[in-house]
Each structure stands twice: as structure tokens, then as C-alpha cells.
């Protein structure tokens, strides 16, 4: 394999792309913004728009690369299967990834979770995310359930260095989270040693309460951390609401064992050590 096609290149799905393209790869795949793909393309990925007037190409692009979607279901069920499907599965892929969520195991009052254990989602998001899974297993992709994702431009640093990062406590929560420098990590690791249908979490060593996270960044940031506000009354959205009504915390044996992943950031302290790091050097360069 050396060329992947990434229906979403988002966040993650761009990190694992420039590592791969690094490597001597050809990376393509969609975006919905044109001045997106303007920027995706200086990088040397070939995008594609869609949503939008690019929808012909994808079945010639995907003819042969491997696949990898990180786009989310929506209320009428997977926009990448209503659309591809039997492109997909004519496509005569080496290898086929899917980005899920930890969301789909739902509430388990903080105990663990690996990938064995029977899912429970919680919200109708999630319940299409699990839905999507078996679509997406029964044309024999790998299932990645990413944690919280943290990274460059994404983390509780730079919410605190503009003065956004709130500290919400709900007594007993617990999060799990990975670095998206990880998260391309591990992907490459499954490209390289492919299991069709394989379920994998993507999650750090070190689950923990959010405002754990929040009070490390402060100290290494040398700043105050940010009031306490009580979950119960606090102001949030649904969304954000919800988020906080699962709790649980995520193996990754199976990451470790079977991939023989060594996270480079196995907890959010070194994770953000290096983002604290990485910004110095960039304000000196």
C-alpha cells in the first residue's frame, strides 16, 4: 500500500496524512470548503470537494488506495455509504478504516471499558455511530473508537493561554483522551499489519477526571487554574451535556498488544509538555 484516501480530512485524518506522505505516500481525499482544499493541497494531499462538484472523482480516487472515513453519520444514517457504498465496495481496497467514537459504550460509572464490552449508547449520536460501525465491518473495515482528541491547536493549553478553558467538576467523572499524533501512529500501524473488522481503542494510559487536565496545563503554563464551576447548574450545551453524562475508563490493551503501539504521549502529561514546548520554540523561531 501507498496511497490512502480519507473521506473527511479532518483533524486527525490531515495528521495521519503529512506522516504518511513523509513516508513516500499519496494521500488524497474529501473536504466541504473550497479554501480548505486550496491549503490541503499546498501541503501536497490531492482533495477533493464533497459535499460539492468533486462527487465524480471519488470513485476513480478510491480505485485501489485504502480507505479511511472519519465522517460522522448524520440523522439520516452514513453520508459516506449513502453516497459510496458499492464504490467502496468495488474498489478493490487493501485496507479499510473507520473512525468511531468511545461514546458507543455509553455510561459505566467510571469502571473500564475494553473492546469486548457490550456497547450502550446513551444518545441518539452515538447510537448512529455504532450503527455506522457495522456498516462499515461488513465491508471489512477497521473500527478506531477514538477517545478525546488533543493535539496542536486542540488542547486545554491554548484554551487557557485565550482565556476559554473552563474547569467543570462533576464528582466521579472520568474522561479518556489521545493524542492525535497517537492516533496517526497506531493507524499506520494497522496499515501495516491489517486485521479486516478489527475493533481498536484509541486511548491514553491515563483516564482521569477533566479538570485534572486543566489544573496540569495551568501549572505548566505558570498560571492560575481557571474557578471551579459544579457541573449541576453549570451553563452547557446539549451536546456538552451529554458528553458529561458518560463515564468510563478506556483500555488500550489491545492497541499495545496486538499493533505493538508505544504511545509517544501515554499520558496527558507529556502530551501537554510538548504542546507547552513546541509553542515556545515556535514564539523564539
Known amino acids: 500500500m501507498d496511497r490512502l484516501f480519507c473521506f473527511g480530512l479532518g483533524y486527525s485524518a490531515e495528521t495521519l496524512g503529512r506522516d504518511l506522505m513523509a513516508r513516500g505516500w499519496q494521500v488524497g481525499g474529501t473536504t466541504r470548503d473550497r479554501a480548505r482544499a486550496a491549503a490541503l493541497a499546498a501541503q501536497g494531499f490531492a482533495p477533493i470537494l464533497w459535499p460539492g462538484d468533486g462527487a465524480g472523482q471519488v470513485a476513480a480516487a ?14 439520516a444514517g452514513d453520508p459516506v455509504l449513502a453516497a459510496f457504498g458499492p464504490d467502496i465496495a468495488a474498489a478493490g481496497a487493501p485496507w479499510i478504516g473507520y473512525f468511531s467514537t468511545t461514546g458507543v459504550y455509553g455510561d459505566h460509572g467510571g469502571a473500564w471499558v475494553n473492546e469486548e464490552t457490550p456497547c450502550s449508547p446513551a444518545n441518539p449520536r452515538a447510537r448512529a455511530r455504532l450503527a455506522a460501525e457495522a456498516r462499515w465491518q461488513a465491508l471489512g473495515a477497521h473500527v478506531f473508537r477514538l477517545a478525546g482528541i488533543y493535539g496542536p491547536g486542540r488542547s486545554t493549553i491554548g484554551a487557557l493561554r485565550a482565556g476559554t478553558q473552563r474547569r467543570i467538576v462533576k464528582p466521579g467523572q472520568i474522561f479518556s483522551r489521545i493524542h492525535v499524533a497517537d492516533i496517526a501512529a497506531a493507524v499506520a500501524a494497522s496499515l501495516a499489519a491489517p486485521r479486516p473488522g478489527r475493533i481498536y481503542n484509541l486511548a ?13 496545563g495551568a501549572r505548566l503554563l505558570g498560571v492560575p487554574p481557571p474557578p471551579t464551576e459544579p457541573f449541576e447548574g453549570a451553563p452547557l450545551s446539549a451536546m456538552a451535556r451529554a458528553f458529561y453524562a458518560d463515564s468510563k475508563r478506556v483500555s488500550n490493551a489491545r492497541l499495545r498488544h496486538e499493533l505493538g503501539v508505544a504511545l509517544t504521549y501515554p499520558t496527558y502529561r507529556e502530551g501537554l509538555a510538548a504542546l507547552v514546548r513546541d509553542q515556545a520554540r515556535t514564539s523564539f523561531s
Open 62 to 75: 478510491i480505485r485501489g488506495a485504502a480507505i479511511l472515513s472519519s465522517v460522522p453519520p448524520d440523522a
Open 204 to 216: 491514553d494510559d491515563l483516564p482521569c477526571p477533566p479538570e485534572d487536565v486543566v489544573d496540569e
